[in-house]
């Protein structure tokens, strides 16, 4: 069972351009949600992250925008540079899970220079 | 910030022996790690909740006899793949949390396994 669906599944944007990446979770019992950023060959590293009380955050050139009725959240990359190019996964998790993350099934994000 | 160790990075072996990879964390105690697998372009999927003194908890589908987990310190848990096969072949990824310090997850650099 895909209790996080991502998408897409891969993107290309121009330099300077707005990278926005979707997921849409089902379980209600979600209260964290990250978003990590890999590149080939090494492990995620956290992004930004929201919890279900707010509905957006945004830290630098990234912005989780966060919509609890609709039980989605999506990350925004302005600026997207060549550096950006990555695969991106959200991930939610309960907090009294102890941090078990279940994952979308990421998307791989092409920034042309 | 934490820091998660992992080692080693790349790792080749034949088909029928066992594998050890290491999960560290650096500079603060975790007494719960978690070990995830990953196919090329695919997701990261949970395999199992590594804690400290006691038995793991293994996710559904995942063979706690194939893949042996140690947790013997606040600092160290392992996995070993025994009598590895070629269908094991992937990336092994650990992630630990400071939970004193209420920090985020983070990961390991992973460990490519490939059995041949």
């Known amino acids: 069972q895909q209790q996080v669906k991502q998408s897409p599944q891969s993107l290309i944007v121009q330099k300077g351009g707005i990278s926005i990446i979707n997921c849409a979770y089902e379980?209600?019992?979600?209260?964290?949600f990250p978003w990590y950023q890999q590149f080939p060959g090494k492990g995620p590293a956290l992004l930004i992250a929201i919890r279900p009380d707010v509905s957006e955050k945004k830290e630098g050139r990234f912005t989780i925008s966060f919509n609890k009725s609709a039980k989605q959240f999506s990350l925004h990359i302005m600026d997207s540079q060549p550096g950006d190019s990555a695969t991106y996964f959200c991930a939610a998790s309960k907090e009294t899970s102890g941090s078990r993350l279940t994952f979308g099934e990421g998307t791989q994000l092409t920034v042309n220079p | 910030g934490a820091v998660v160790s992992q080692h080693p990075s790349r790792v080749i072996c034949k088909s029928g022996t066992s594998v050890k990879i290491e999960c560290r964390s650096l500079d603060f105690q975790a007494t719960t790690m978690f070990w995830y697998r990953q196919f090329p372009k695919k997701s990261l999927m949970l395999m199992a909740t590594?804690?400290?003194?006691?038995?793991?908890?293994?996710e559904q589908g995942v063979e706690k006899d194939k893949f042996l987990i140690n947790h013997a310190s606040l600092t160290l848990s392992t996995l070993t793949v025994t009598s590895a096969h070629p269908e094991d072949s992937s990336f092994y990824i650990c992630?630990?949390?400071?939970?004193?310090?209420?920090?985020?997850?983070?990961f390991g650099n992973g460990t490519r396994l490939t059995v041949t």
């Open positions: 379980n209600t019992a979600f209260d964290y």
């Open positions: 590594s804690n400290e003194g006691s038995k793991a908890t293994y």
């Open positions: 992630s630990a949390r400071d939970f004193s310090s209420n920090s985020p997850l983070h």
